[in-house]
């Protein structure tokens, strides 16, 4: 089982920026594919954003593509996310993921096994 705690949520006005951080708690994090999620109310979670453990491979969503970026730094155990040109609909509780392989197969939320506890994003128009 990985632990994983994110931070780097906030506040902020349409058009700023955040960026997200997740540190997970494990031997080998270079081994697992990791994800980013998010969870408005009343909607499904839906994925951000994947990249594979060697960081090679990324995978966004089309509502964040050339607006977000996933990465992670393997020596650090640590998984980013920045969010630029935010938008209104970006607000929502944000989750990191991780998924016991190396190689991501798809952002859905039944490919990853363990999820940190989100930290909050909110946009203001």
């Known amino acids: 089982q990985v632990q994983l705690v994110e931070s780097g949520g906030g506040s902020v006005q349409a058009g700023g920026s955040l960026r997200l951080s997740c540190v997970a708690s494990?031997?080998?994090?270079?081994?697992?594919?990791m994800g980013w999620f998010r969870q408005a109310p009343g909607k499904e979670r839906e994925g951000v954003a994947s990249i594979s453990g060697s960081g090679v491979t990324t995978y966004y969503a089309d509502s964040v593509k050339g607006r977000f970026t996933i990465s992670r730094d393997n020596a650090r155990n640590t998984l980013y996310l920045l969010m630029n040109s935010l938008e209104p609909e970006d607000t929502a509780m944000y989750y990191c993921a991780a998924r016991s392989a190396a190689v991501c197969v798809g952002l859905r939320p039944k490919y990853f096994g363990s999820w940190g506890q989100g930290t909050q994003v909110t946009v203001s128009s």
């Open positions: 494990v031997y080998g994090y270079s081994n697992y594919c």
